[in-house]
């Protein structure tokens, strides 16, 4: 389902919509409120989100959800003129708060980067990528930013040793320029590094294990926040169910039946590998390290030159997802 957008903003961002249609729990339902989120990728790292459409766990919560594909950076702005009700780019809320933008950040699904530096053929370390080229997302993306850790962590020098070249679209089009021989590595999302691998490309890192940085979840503004604290609060805690069904193993099956469904596979060995890789960095119950959130913050102050010291207060706002735990009975 497209939504119908017609400022000039939008004919440039949204390349697409994806929605669930799910079914009613019950016959009778009262009418469900439209909200809008922007997202930056489609991958598996949104499956909280996705097994809460897809179980109607948002419909029962009243809300018609519709998720919106554009750059993290346009997320937050459309958030702040009001075309969009929130944005599931958590690092480009936090961005946006550290320029003084009053967003904040209400969940965060993932914990660590699900991400793999995937290489060419004949390189197989990443000390091999020296004098090569990487391609990595829009300038100050979350792609960028983690490859340029990434080399760091393994001790090289970003725009030095290698080169980081920004690319706007997403994973599928990180995969398409290594497969051409313009890169000597991408970084890649699942499934596409499980695509990479079979075609015979080596990972050389799995960002995950190297990089402390959570990533998705959803934030708006924080004027929606003082006047729709209900609904705010509807958001989060359907999010937070979507978390809480993936985590019971009673239901794994139906969670790979979500992940057929939402990315129209065929093939349920890849869908049991996608969710194999996306349980290695899902929040359990939204809980993530706070040196982990200022790695993020400070990241961002250091892409838009802030010099003024940044606190996860005035980023984060966990009011919501703390009461929702308590709700679902869930660990703090």
């Known amino acids: 389902m497209f939504y119908k957008l017609h400022r000039p903003l939008f004919f440039l961002a949204v390349a697409l919509t994806v929605a669930a249609a799910v079914p009613s729990a019950t016959g009778a339902q009262t009418a469900l409120k439209k909200i809008r989120m922007g997202i930056s990728s489609t991958n598996v790292s949104f499956l909280a989100m996705f097994v809460a459409q897809h179980k109607g766990f948002f419909r029962e919560e009243g809300i018609e959800l519709e998720l919106i594909y554009m750059p993290a950076n346009l997320a937050s702005t459309a958030v702040m003129t009001g075309d969009i009700d929130y944005s599931g780019a958590v690092t480009g809320v936090i961005g946006a708060a550290v320029r003084d933008q009053p967003m904040k950040v209400l969940i965060f699904t993932v914990a660590r980067p699900l991400l793999f530096l995937m290489s060419k053929k004949d390189i197989k370390e990443v000390k091999q990528l020296k004098g090569k080229k990487i391609a990595g997302s829009s300038p100050g993306g979350s792609a960028t930013i983690l490859a ?4 760091k962590h393994f001790g090289l ?8 070249l920004p690319m706007a679209g997403a994973a599928s089009a990180r995969f398409a320029v290594l497969e051409s021989g313009t890169v000597g590595a991408s970084l890649l999302s699942c499934p596409e590094n499980i695509i990479a691998q079979e075609k015979g490309y080596n990972e050389l890192a799995f960002l995950g294990d190297a990089i402390d940085y959570p990533q998705n979840g959803f934030g708006t503004s924080e004027k929606r926040i003082r006047e729709n604290p209900e609904e705010v609060y509807k958001m989060v805690r359907a999010t937070l169910r979507g978390l809480k069904f993936i985590w019971d193993k009673n239901n794994r099956e139906q969670v ?17 590998e996608m ?20 790695n993020i913050i400070d990241l961002a102050r250091e892409n838009a030159k802030v010099t003024r010291p940044v606190s996860i207060a005035q980023v984060v706002d966990y009011s919501f997802v703390e009461k929702a735990r308590k709700e679902l009975g869930l660990g703090s």
């Open 256 to 272: 790979i039946d979500v992940i057929m469904k939402q990315f129209k596979l065929q093939n349920r060995k890849m869908a049991n």
């Open 275 to 294: 969710l194999r890789h996306v349980m290695r960095v899902l929040t359990r119950d939204a809980s993530v390290p706070p040196e982990s959130i200022q």
């Open 148 to 151: 340029n850790q990434a080399l």
């Open 157 to 164: 020098e970003p725009g030095k040793d290698v080169a980081v």
